[in-house]
Nanobody, 127 residues
Framework: QVQLVESGGGLVQAGGSLRLSCAAS????????MAWFRQAPGKEREFAAG????????YYADSVKDRFTISRDNAKNTVYLQMNSLKPEDAAVYYC????????????????????WGQGTQVTVSS
């Protein structure tokens, strides 16, 4: 079955960088848009970054644009999130997610358009 496993989270000082990875299996990875969502304590899970099936187009929340970069390696069935210039407000559990529709991007920012989720990886940013 579908499995998404995040890694790379940890503790970093404000201004630092972190690279998250998500290893995917159980589906045709190259046919689906993927995304990273994040959830801070007491807040709803929110879209951070998304990438289309071939990696040609990327999408970002305004709060992370110009600091985060999403990418994917379809040969490795892996999606990445490079996070630079981290701020305390970036602290959250970060989740990798698979879009529910193959080769479809119009709802890439919508949490309800994703049908599988990883277990999450904790990112802590100290001030």
């Amino acid at each position: 079955q579908v499995q998404l496993v995040e890694s790379g989270g940890g503790l970093v000082q404000a201004g630092g960088s972190l690279r998250l990875s998500c290893a995917a299996s159980g589906f045709t990875f190259s046919s689906y848009a993927m995304a990273w969502f994040r959830q801070a304590p007491g807040k709803e899970r929110e879209f951070a970054a998304g990438i289309t099936w071939g990696g040609v187009s990327t999408y970002y929340a305004d709060s992370v644009k110009d600091r985060f970069t999403i990418s994917r390696d379809n040969a490795k069935n892996t999606v990445y999130l490079q996070m630079n210039s981290l701020k305390p407000e970036d602290a959250a559990v970060y989740y990798c997610a698979k879009h529910r529709a193959p080769r479809y991007y119009r709802t890439i920012r919508d949490r309800l358009s994703y049908d599988y989720w990883g277990q999450g990886t904790q990112v802590t940013v100290s001030s």
